[in-house]
């Protein structure tokens, strides 16, 4: 059942992991390079350092859960992966085998299955924009920080709409797609703009609040078994839990149709034997307070 709430004046659709599969998992797995990047420049963010006890939020299949685990010490630090979606936790205790600092549990941002004061760090990366509750999840973070502890996350800019955003958009807007879908109506994305998201840490009783942008690209080559206007949309479809399109619900050949309208559109990214879209991140960074405030 899709459940819809307002959101800043707009309708929005809440995130559903049932619409995740094993399948979708798999596949994320081994396409989430843009992903890994843009956790890896986190990682220096929050200069995340042996010894560390850190929580990855939204940790998905648990390739930077693994990389953290290493970097803080297998004797010395530990990490905590938590995941909305059963199959990418269930998919990611692959890891708890070959590390002993590891452990993953099912769990939301607004309601994060670990004590208070239990993290040094709490590392989340490419998944606020899915959480329908921002400030609840950040109210969390903090609670689970000890103080001193700090907040790293990563999201997509929405002063900076990416070509991949802005291709779906202007296909949906088609006369063809009226009687499947009203724009914006059933989005899931809750992007947040700079300002917004000083907010939100400010809100939630972060200090040293520090927010940046950076570019990025998402780069797709084509395969011998696969075009990289196909890469781009496996992509964004197993990297939004579904919910790129296939949350939308369409008949199988209107879905067709607009993966196809799409994908062509990807086309006009093409530099030689690659697809290649520039994307806009923000970075967030926040300290919990020494003696935090009451809120
Ligand atoms: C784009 S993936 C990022 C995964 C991982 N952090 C990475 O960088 O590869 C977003 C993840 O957020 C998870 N997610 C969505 N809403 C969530 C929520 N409210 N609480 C926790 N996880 C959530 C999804 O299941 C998905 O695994």
Redesign the pocket.
């Known amino acids: 059942m899709t459940e819809i709430v307002e959101l800043r004046g707009e309708k929005r659709t809440v995130?559903d992991?049932s619409h995740?599969n094993e399948e979708m998992a798999r596949r994320y797995k081994v396409i989430?390079g843009p992903?890994?990047n843009a956790?890896l420049i986190l990682i220096g963010v929050g200069r995340i350092s042996i010894g560390e006890k850190v929580l990855d939020?939204?940790?998905?299949t648990g390739?930077?859960t693994a990389f953290i685990a290493i970097l803080v010490g297998e004797k010395e630090g530990r990490v905590c992966g938590?995941?909305?979606?059963e199959e990418?936790i269930r998919d990611a205790r692959r890891l708890e085998k070959d590390h002993a600092n590891i452990s993953f549990s099912q769990g939301?941002?607004?309601n994060i299955p670990h004590p208070d004061g239990s993290f040094d760090v709490v590392f989340f990366?490419?998944?606020i924009h899915?959480?329908d509750n921002q400030l609840k999840a950040l109210q969390e973070c903090l609670r689970v920080l000890r103080p001193g502890g700090r907040l790293v996350l990563t999201t997509a800019s929405a002063e900076d709409i990416s070509p991949p955003d802005q291709i779906k958009a202007e296909v949906l807007a088609e006369d063809f797609y009226r009687p499947y879908y009203q724009p914006g109506q059933k989005d899931v994305l809750h992007y947040l703009t700079k300002a917004e998201l000083e907010t939100l840490y400010d809100r939630a009783g972060f200090q040293d609040i520090d927010v940046f942008r950076n570019s990025s690209e998402l780069v797709r080559e084509d395969k011998e078994d696969e075009k990289a206007e196909e890469g781009v949309y496996v992509f964004l479809e197993t990297?939004s839990?579904g919910h790129f399109l296939l949350h939308l619900e369409f008949p199988p050949d209107v879905l067709l149709k607009a993966q196809t309208d799409i994908k062509n559109k990807f086309g006009g990214y093409r530099k030689g034997t690659s697809i290649v879209m520039k994307r806009v991140r923000l970075n967030g960074y926040g300290i919990k307070p020494f003696a935090a405030q009451e809120i």
């Open positions: 995130f992991a995740d989430s992903q890994f956790g939020l939204g940790c998905g390739e930077l938590v995941d909305v979606s990418r939301s941002a607004e990366n490419a998944t899915w959480v990297s839990g």
